[in-house]
Nanobody, 114 residues
Framework: QVQLVESGGGLVQPGGSLKLSCTAS????????MAWYRQGPGKQREWVCD???????TCTEDVKGRFTISRDDAKNTVYLQMDSLKPEDTAVYFC????????WGQGTQVTVAP
């Protein structure tokens, strides 16, 4: 049974930092393709960053230079380091993985406000 468990969300002031974690279990293969998405208030869910099985990373232009995705294969965990946070980064952040089928985590709330 595949499971993705996120943690690390919370309230932070503009300019601050947060680090999200997503621990995966139940995959048949090691290091599945994984990504972070987010859904802001009244907005559609959007892709933020991803990391391939080989470790290549890509992020949307909105967060380049501020967010970093990484993975610790020994812990089956993917991270999203978010720096220089802005109010417009406020959203529910979802972990996503793909191995034959798409899988989603339950989401973790990130709120950026004074």
């Amino acid at each position: 049974q595949v499971q993705l468990v996120e943690s690390g969300g919370g309230l932070v002031q503009p300019g601050g930092s947060l680090k999200l974690s997503c621990t995966a279990s139940g995959f048949a293969l090691d290091n599945p393709y994984m990504a972070w998405y987010r859904q802001g208030p009244g907005k559609q869910r959007e892709w933020v960053c991803d990391i391939t099985r080989g470790g290549s990373t890509t992020c949307t232009e909105d967060v380049k230079g501020r967010f970093t995705i990484s993975r610790d294969d020994a812990k089956n965990t993917v991270y999203l380091q978010m720096d220089s946070l802005k109010p417009e980064d406020t959203a529910v952040y979802f972990c996503y993985a793909y191995e034959q089928f798409p899988y989603w985590g339950q989401g973790t709330q990130v709120t950026v406000a004074p």
